[in-house]
């Protein structure tokens, strides 16, 4: 499945926010991000990802390890995405160094996370907050097969236009570059 997404900067986090809860009840959640690299760097060479994500939420804890491959469509950079839940998060991280990985970049993400249905799909919108980066960001998501990432975005823009977030606000800038700029 292609996780298709697009990315916002919010200029008045509190609107959306409201907009938001009339569709569904806040998940608030901390997520400590660990992306991976081979040594050569290989893998942001080739546009894909591999992190160890663990999300620290009000009833629980859980470990994700996720890959995503290349961009499908340029424009949104939407990518198929792979992701299981793990039991371990340091026996994650240690079989990724084990294979040869090497800890690329790690940081920490506060997020509001919504789920809901709009235009006939699963929706999961996330206000995110990252502390070395000034300003809120919305990531809209919905997943969609590979000859249906077109109409996806499309919804997912309709969205983004009923939360407030004019075409202007969409953004391809990613947390890991610049978060990595922050610290140069």
């Known amino acids: 499945m292609i996780e298709a997404e697009l990315k916002a900067r919010v200029h008045d986090p509190?609107?959306?926010?409201?907009?938001?809860e009339e569709r569904a009840s806040a998940r608030i959640e901390v997520?400590?991000?660990?992306?991976?690299d081979r040594p050569d760097g290989s893998l942001d060479k080739e546009d894909q990802e591999l992190?160890?994500?663990?999300?620290?939420?009000?009833d629980e804890?859980?470990?994700?390890?996720?890959?995503?491959?290349?961009?499908?469509?340029?424009?949104?950079?939407?990518?198929?995405?792979?992701?299981?839940?793990?039991?371990?998060?340091e026996a994650?991280?240690?079989?990724?160094?084990?294979?040869g990985h090497v800890q690329a970049?790690?940081?920490?993400?506060r997020c509001r996370n919504y789920d809901f249905e709009a235009h006939g799909r699963r929706m999961l919108a996330t206000l995110v907050?990252?502390?070395?980066?000034?300003?809120?960001?919305?990531?809209l998501e919905t997943l969609a097969a590979e000859d249906d990432v077109t109409a996806a975005l499309d919804d997912v823009r309709?969205?983004?236009a009923e939360l407030g977030i004019k075409p202007e606000d969409l953004t391809r800038e990613t947390y890991t570059s610049a978060v990595a700029e922050q610290r140069a």
């Not at 992190?51 to 009000?58: K, Q, S």
């Open 51 to 58: 992190r160890v994500r663990t999300v620290h939420g009000a």
């Open 129 to 139: 907050r990252v502390p070395e980066i000034d300003g809120t960001f919305l990531e």
């Open 14 to 20: 509190e609107a959306v926010m409201r907009r938001l």
């Open 158 to 160: 309709a969205v983004l």
């Open 61 to 89: 804890t859980r470990t994700v390890l996720t890959y995503k491959d290349a961009a499908v469509d340029e424009a949104s950079g939407s990518k198929p995405e792979y992701e299981t839940e793990v039991d371990d998060a």
């Open 31 to 36: 997520y400590r991000d660990t992306y991976y």
């Open 92 to 99: 994650a991280h240690a079989i990724l160094r084990g294979l």
């Open 105 to 109: 970049i790690a940081f920490e993400k």
